[in-house]
């Protein structure tokens, strides 16, 4: 059976993108701040949120066949759309990182050039030269900054691009490579599709593993320069794997009320609902551990980043985020008929769906608007736009091919899934 | 019953029936105790009455017998403390977590790897309670009213949040590993001819009918278990992560220690668990329920918390570089290149590098090498945690009080000594409690098992 993209959903989709497009070019004539940097902390926002959403599916996708998992067979198409995105969402965190380099913008105050170096020397033509020794006539600069500098093997020059260039042709060409066997798994069938696969897909988790951490550090946590947090990246990945369950799950259940996955039972229901409660738990007890040990101990390099965001305006979005993404999910969804029910299980998803874009939002504001935030049509405009062409290219690349992976070894197991 | 795949790899291999599993699993227990295990509970029993003898002696004479000085005041009581926690916590991962994630595999483990976890958790809590100093206040850690002579304990010490975890974990994994007992204990009492031990284990079956009743009932509650007891293999070595974490002394003050330490929990558990299976499995044949697959699977978990854990490290060196912070940096340069850098070297060699090797499908399924290995990851977690301590403690702010930490003979002793309390307590296990779920094993019999699963194969080309 084959998926039609057409009809409400791609209607919705579009109109989403249009409000998208008017918050995107309404949004840069009307952002009235230096560089128009509310402007690109969005882009940046929204571009990381649904990239991480399509990493999250790839990572997802290779834990199944590295797990050897039955149950997900029947669905695994699914996950193969949503990481279609992936070379969306990392085109534009490239624009929003080649714009920062070119000094578009300021999101990150380390790739001003000028904070490396000790001194400076001032011509006569009012040119100015920096250096690392006190030449002759050479100043102390007043940009330096030790700590930043410090951090130059990693943050400023080429290495920053060299990762960053790997990380996504990675992402990407694993991605094209998954789905392709995956295709070609329908035609030929066998097992020996399926155990290349299987051991890909192990390769990919070692990538994934460390990768999911230092593009973390690299586009998200470096915004804070200062600022530093062992278990940051591995924050960050319980993220992206908990939105990744979210749209799947909302997605798959749409999917069966259109006739779509027409054998998608309660328990494979079930199984999802346990994830995205499992994962959201996991999210609250990483975000908890890296609260509560920073606020304990209440050093001066680390709590910088929690009372810029505590006593800030910042405070409300902040508890309220965390309240409603564990709090929420884990009292509805705890029980064993809730998660069987769309009645629940919808308003569940689509409220920790924004509480999630929040902690997005949350990573990357309060260190690059500071305390002259502002929040308005443009935030929503583009949340709203970039879910449309999530939505678009996922439904779109669903309709690319059949529904359901007919040769693959569990799917037996997973079309009989009942518990 | 639902229909497994076929490129699974059966669980239970050979012609088993049902009763073919109650013979090989009941057989052992009734009758007379094997030379091997007599000679291995008397060395046992020896090691753990000197381990008993040096405790005595701390007590009576006070821990200045330790190695102990002002500038480490912790060092091998708390790293015998974390090591022996860590490896309790795979049998509880086995039982709740993989149960909820349906593998069927852990059958055959999970019996006794639950029981290692009980052992375990109760050699770790003898440390802290003969690191008190005056142990006839050890009730003092409880929130008891001023009346009882203690004051109000301290709310805020992470010390106290690790009495509360760590007895609630061993509270539950007690339950949970008695109640899958029942039904085993049960299908004992119902083949014993003496009627000693018919009664014992009758009062031990708890009245266990075997009706579709208590069926039910004991599956609702091993999931109500699974549920409860899944947090707790999070909560309490990240709270025994956060005795070290919570404080400003740099090199245990790091936000990745909560997850950290739970994977490297895992890690070493799983070892454990390898290590005293593959003695079992041969030593009462139960080869064709503990076979290569299982082994494999365990070692797969192995390289995955292994590598976890090899993740958190470099995360840790990277950062303290990142950070720009001096004493951030100094305290990890000082652990690769200071005095303890041998053990800092030994540490990730055995836990980032040694488990690597997995990744070699021959080695996996090797037993040999898998013993070997399950061995080396346990040394370096027992490393791990001393380099954690002692290098990030033995050179502190004030370079006047820099020193170093010499073990003693009655450091060496107690952590012997427990090694052998618990070879004890799991050789008594061996011979006098069902070494596997029998009961539940039969569940997956005609799913899993070889014979059937040839069969369906069959019938259906």
New interface residues.
């Given amino acids: 059976m084959e998926f039609k993209f057409e009809g409400r959903l791609k209607t919705a989709s579009m109109v989403l993108m249009v409000i998208g497009v008017i918050a995107l070019v309404g949004g840069f004539i009307t952002d009235s701040s230096d560089h128009h940097q509310r402007w690109w902390a969005n882009l940046l926002v929204n571009g990381f949120f649904y990239f991480a959403i399509a990493l999250g599916a790839l990572f997802f996708y290779a834990l199944q066949y590295a797990a050897e998992v039955g149950w997900s067979a029947y669905i695994k198409r699914f996950f193969e759309a949503m990481y279609a995105y992936i070379p969306y969402g990392a085109a534009v965190i490239l624009i929003v990182l080649l714009a920062g380099q070119f000094h578009a913008h300021h999101l990150y105050h380390w790739m001003d050039h000028t904070l490396y170096h000790e001194f400076m020397v001032v011509g006569s033509d009012g040119a100015t030269t920096y250096s690392d020794t006190k030449e002759a006539g050479a100043v102390l600069n007043p940009n330096y900054d030790h700590i930043i500098a410090n951090k130059s093997a990693y943050l400023g020059g080429w290495f920053f691009w060299l990762r960053t260039i790997v990380y996504i042709a990675t992402f990407v060409i694993f991605a094209r490579l998954f789905r392709k066997w995956s295709l070609q798994e329908d035609e030929v069938g066998g097992t020996k599709i399926h155990f290349m696969m299987y051991r890909r897909s192990a390769l990919f988790l070692v990538f994934f593993a460390v990768f999911s951490s230092t593009l973390s550090w690299d586009w998200l946590m470096s915004i804070d320069t200062h600022w530093f947090s062992t278990l940051y990246g591995w924050y960050v990945f319980s993220g992206m794997w908990v939105g990744c369950m979210i749209f799947a799950l909302v997605s798959l259940l749409y999917l069966r009320t259109k006739g779509y996955f027409q054998e998608l039972n309660d328990s494979h229901v079930h199984d999802l609902a346990k994830w995205m409660f499992a994962i959201s738990m996991l999210w609250a007890y990483l975000w908890f551990s890296q609260f509560m040990l920073i606020w304990y101990s209440n050093i001066p390099e680390e709590v910088t980043y929690f009372t810029q965001r505590i006593f800030t305006d910042y405070k409300v979005p902040f508890f309220i985020m965390f309240f409603i993404n564990f709090a929420v999910p884990f009292y509805v969804m705890i029980a064993r008929d809730a998660k069987r029910n769309p009645r629940f299980i919808l308003p569940v998803a689509f409220l920790i769906f924004v509480g999630h874009f929040v902690d997005t939002y949350l990573l990357v504001i309060p260190g690059t608007m500071f305390d002259h935030n502002e929040f308005g049509f443009m935030e929503v405009g583009m949340f709203l736009g970039f879910l449309g062409l999530f939505v678009y290219v996922t439904f779109n690349a669903l309709s690319k091919a059949p529904l359901i992976a007919k040769n693959h070894p569990f799917l037996q197991e997973s079309q009989e899934l009942h518990h | 019953m639902?229909?497994?795949?076929?490129?699974?790899e059966p669980l239970i291999l050979g012609d088993k029936s049902y009763k073919d599993i109650t013979d090989d699993v009941v057989g052992p227990i009734e009758g007379p105790a094997p030379r091997t295990w007599k000679l291995l509970i008397t060395i046992a029993g020896l090691v753990a009455f000197y381990g008993v003898g040096c405790i005595l002696y701390l007590i009576g004479t006070g821990i200045g017998v330790w190695g102990l000085n002002k500038t480490v005041g912790w060092a091998w009581d708390i790293t015998n403390f974390v090591w022996w926690v860590g490896i309790g916590h795979a049998g509880t991962l086995i039982s709740a977590v993989l149960l909820?994630f349906?593998q069927k595999w852990r059958m055959a483990i999970n019996r006794s790897a639950e029981a290692m976890t009980i052992f375990a958790v109760i050699m770790a809590a003898i440390f802290p309670g003969i690191h008190m100093g005056r142990i006839w206040c050890a009730y003092w850690v409880f929130p008891l009213p001023n009346q009882f002579g203690s004051l109000w304990v301290n709310f805020n010490s992470p010390l106290l949040w690790d009495v509360f975890a760590i007895s609630t974990y061993f509270s539950v994994s007690l339950v949970f590993w008695y109640i899958g007992l029942i039904p085993d204990f049960a299908t004992i009492r119902d083949r014993m001819v003496k009627p000693l031990p018919k009664k014992i284990y009758g009062i031990l079956a708890f009245g266990w009918s075997g009706r579709a009743k208590n069926w039910t009932r004991f599956e609702e509650v091993s999931l109500v278990l699974a549920g409860i007891a899944t947090?707790l293999v999070?909560s309490v070595h990240?709270i025994v992560s956060?005795d070290f974490?919570?404080?400003?002394i740099p090199g245990w003050?790091?936000?990745?220690?909560?997850?950290y330490f739970v994977s490297g929990a895992v890690f070493s558990g799983f070892a454990m668990v390898q290590t005293l299976l593959l003695i079992m499995r041969k030593a009462m044949n139960l080869e064709n329920y503990i076979h290569v697959r299982h082994v494999e699977y365990m070692n797969i978990v192995i390289i995955v918390t292994g590598?976890?854990v090899g993740?958190?490290y470099l995360?840790?060196l990277f950062?303290s570089w990142?950070?720009?912070?001096e004493y951030e940096s100094y305290a990890f340069i000082n652990r690769f290149s200071g005095p303890y850098s041998w053990s800092y070297w030994i540490m990730m060699t055995c836990n980032v590098i040694s488990p690597q090797l997995f990744w070699v499908k021959k080695w996996r399924r090797s037993l040999t090498f898998t013993f070997v290995l399950s061995i080396v990851v346990n040394i370096g977690m027992w490393f791990e945690r001393y380099v954690i301590i002692v290098t990030s403690i033995h050179r502190d702010y004030n370079p006047s009080s820099w020193g170093e930490f010499h073990a003693t003979s009655i450091d060496i002793g107690i952590f012997v000594g427990t090694i052998g309390i618990f070879s004890t307590l799991f050789l008594l296990f061996a011979r006098f409690f069902p070494v596997l779920a029998l009961n539940e094993l039969k569940s997956i019999l005609k799913s899993s098992g070889e014979n059937f699963k040839k069969l369906h194969h069959t019938d259906n080309h």
Avoid: C, D, N, W
């Avoid at chain 2, 639902?2 to 699974?8: G, S, T, V």
């Avoid at chain 2, 974490?245 to 400003?248: D, E, G, K, P, Q």
């Avoid at chain 2, 003050?253 to 997850?259: E, Q, W, Y």
């Fill in positions: 639902q229909k497994e795949a076929a490129i699974r909820l349906r947090p999070f990240s956060m974490a919570t404080s400003v003050h790091t936000t990745i220690f909560p997850p590598s976890i993740v958190a995360t840790e950062i990142y950070s720009g912070v």
